[in-house]
């Protein structure tokens, strides 16, 4: 089909119109070409974004878990059994979207709160939201293998029961004595655990000091 000026349409039947057409109108072909490798070259960024994304988040769920909020009601629980005092330094190893994060710098404003996220969807999306509430918490991309816990005086954790078996020499390497960890819904093996945190209905919380 033939495109021209405002006012001007030109009839199939128009003959003249049609050897003109070259250098009056633009190559419409030409451009619904470039149109389609524009749209391509768009949706294959996209795809290998969507990759990178879900890879990512796969892995995280190989290398420890996969993305599974703690139940909002149980954060509270969680900050009466850690009771983070001002100037503490606490870490959550695997912190999804960094809720439980923001929830314990509301509480504890003073204390120095840091998630740890191996997979960039959810560490993009607690990046953001903690951008947007001003929360004041750190988040770091990290496989929390890697992550040196030597500073923290607590730490929180929600991964499989088999990532706490692998994870435990770690802590008992790096904890400083007297550091507190609380684990949710599983204990970690073979500490003696100091408290049980129950409530009918919800998961269990279990709590160290080492
Ligand atoms: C069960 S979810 C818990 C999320 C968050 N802690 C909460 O309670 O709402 C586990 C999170 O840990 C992350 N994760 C798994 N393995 C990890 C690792 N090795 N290092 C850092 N994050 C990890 C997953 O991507 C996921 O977001």
């Known amino acids: 089909m033939l495109v021209g000026p405002v006012g001007f349409e030109p009839t199939a039947s128009c003959t003249p119109c049609k050897r003109a057409a070259p250098a009056l109108w ?4 030409k451009i619904i070409r470039d149109l389609g490798i524009l749209v391509y070259m ?3 960024i996209l795809f290998v974004i969507i990759l990178v994304l879900l890879g ?3 892995y995280a769920g190989i290398q420890g878990a996969p993305w599974v909020p703690t139940w909002k009601r149980d954060m509270k629980r969680v900050g009466g059994l850690l009771g983070l005092q001002p100037g503490e330094k606490f870490v959550e190893l695997g912190c ?13 404003p003073q204390a120095d709160v840091t998630g740890v996220e191996l997979s960039i969807l ?4 607690g990046w953001l939201q903690n951008r947007l509430a001003g929360s004041g918490v750190k988040m770091k991309l990290e496989n929390a293998f890697k992550h040196d816990l030597s500073e923290y005086d607590a730490l929180y954790v929600f991964l499989m029961p088999e990532t706490y078996q692998k994870i ?3 802590f008992e390497a790096e904890l400083k004595p007297g550091a507190r960890v609380v684990s949710y819904v599983w204990p970690i093996p073979d500490w ?10 919800a998961p269990k919380l279990y709590y160290y000091e080492r």
């Open 192 to 201: 003696e655990v100091m408290k049980i945190d129950e409530l009918e209905g």
């Open 96 to 108: 999804g979207n960094a809720r439980v994060c923001r929830h314990l710098k509301q509480q504890q």
């Open 42 to 44: 768009i949706w294959q």
């Open 168 to 170: 435990r020499p770690k």
């Open 56 to 58: 990512s988040a796969a």
């Open 26 to 29: 633009p190559d419409n072909e």
């Open 122 to 125: 959810q560490y993009g999306v």
